[in-house]
């Protein structure tokens, strides 16, 4: 099993900035993918962005050039910077990680944007 806990959450007015933890523990053996989902509230859950166990990153347009993943496997965790906030990034963050046939979760972390 591996467990994923977030960090970093919080309230933020428009414009800030954010940065989101995800430590992985357990047995994090062959953990490849990382990344992030969120969901606001009454819609779907929403993909973020992703990095692979060799650092190449992809990020969703809405979040592209204000989004930065990064990954330090000595710490098995992944971040989430976050700049230039705005009020529809408001959302529960998900991390997961991606093991051959299985998929990871977090348990979220509130972002809430106030303009």
């Known amino acids: 099993q591996v467990q994923l806990v977030e960090s970093g959450g919080g309230s933020v007015q428009d414009g800030g900035s954010l940065r989101l933890s995800c430590a992985a523990s357990g047995s994090i053996f062959r953990l490849n993918t990382m990344g992030w989902y969120r969901q606001a509230p009454g819609k779907e859950r929403e993909w973020v962005a992703y990095?692979?166990?060799?650092?190449?990153?992809n990020y969703a347009d809405s979040v592209k050039d204000r989004f930065t993943i990064s990954r330090d496997n000595a710490k098995n965790t992944v971040y989430l910077i976050m700049n230039s906030l705005k009020a529809e990034d408001t959302a529960v963050y998900y991390c997961y990680a991606d093991r051959p046939g299985r998929r990871y979760w977090g348990q979220g972390t509130q972002v809430t944007v106030s303009s």
């Open positions: 990095i692979s166990s060799g650092g190449s990153t």
